[in-house]
């Protein structure tokens, strides 16, 4: 099982739209969820982090989290073109390997907001 | 506040030449770390140093290293580069060694192997 899944995309959505991007995750243990933006080109931008269960809302975004369904999402209201990235989604995953925690990140979703 | 800084952005080599990348950390942060992202893959873990210490290492091979240096700078060397190494090289940071807190990136270092 692949450690953080996400859909690929791309997601399209008209202006002003709510935009949902999920994700899933397959360490039980993990502690830390991070949603960040990357347009083209550009590095990854942070733009929401949750740690407990239920919603946090920053602005226009909303992240969710349910630990026992391993299951957070992130949720952009009246979504504008600017908003057209790709949307990483970052959990705090046991490697096994060394034995310690370490920021795993999905392959994004592509997320495009249609004027 | 500035944020995290990479030099250079661009980095031009040849198969089997040799890369150094370099990092300069948030103010305050002492947790560096590299990750790849080659064209239509995802953020691969590369390395992880805190107080100067590698920490953890992702699934590459010994002739990707690093270090970090006292004022928690940090850089990055690619020996042996072969193709398959182009590829968007970005550094984070990190409070400490908490490894739950948020990461910030710095812009990247594009290194294209020809």
């Known amino acids: 099982q692949k450690e953080v899944e996400q859909n690929s995309g791309p997601l399209s959505v008209p202006e002003g739209a709510i935009a949902s991007l999920n994700c899933t995750y397959s360490?039980?243990?993990?502690?830390?969820f991070f949603w960040y933006r990357q347009y083209s080109g550009k590095s990854p931008e942070l733009i929401m982090s949750?740690?407990?269960?239920g919603d946090k809302e920053d602005g226009r975004f909303t992240a969710q989290l349910n630990k026992a369904s391993q299951y957070v999402s992130l949720l952009i209201r009246d979504s504008q073109p600017s908003d057209s990235a790709t949307y990483l989604c970052?959990?705090?995953?046991?490697?096994?390997?060394?034995?310690?925690?370490?920021?795993?990140f999905g392959k994004g979703t592509k997320l495009s907001v249609i004027p | 506040e500035a944020g995290v800084t990479q030099s250079p952005t661009h980095l031009i080599k040849t198969r089997g030449q040799q890369a150094t990348l370099r990092c300069s950390p948030i103010?305050?942060?002492?947790?560096v770390y590299w990750y790849q992202q080659a064209l239509g893959l995802g953020l691969q873990f590369l390395l992880w140093?805190?107080?100067?210490?590698?920490?953890n290492r992702g699934n590459f091979p010994p002739r990707f290293s690093g270090r970090q240096f006292p004022n928690y700078s940090s850089e990055l060397n690619v020996n042996a580069l072969e193709l398959e190494d182009s590829a968007l090289y970005l550094c984070?940071?990190?409070?400490?060694?908490?490894?739950?807190?948020?990461?910030?990136f710095g812009p990247g270092t594009r290194l294209t192997v020809t």
């Open positions: 949750i740690y407990s269960n």
């Open positions: 103010s305050g942060h002492t947790s």
């Open positions: 970052a959990v705090n995953i046991l490697t096994s390997g060394a034995g310690s925690y370490q920021l795993t």
């Open positions: 360490d039980r243990g993990s502690q830390s």
């Open positions: 984070a940071s990190s409070p400490d060694e908490w490894t739950g807190y948020e990461q910030y």
């Open positions: 140093y805190d107080e100067g210490e590698e920490r």
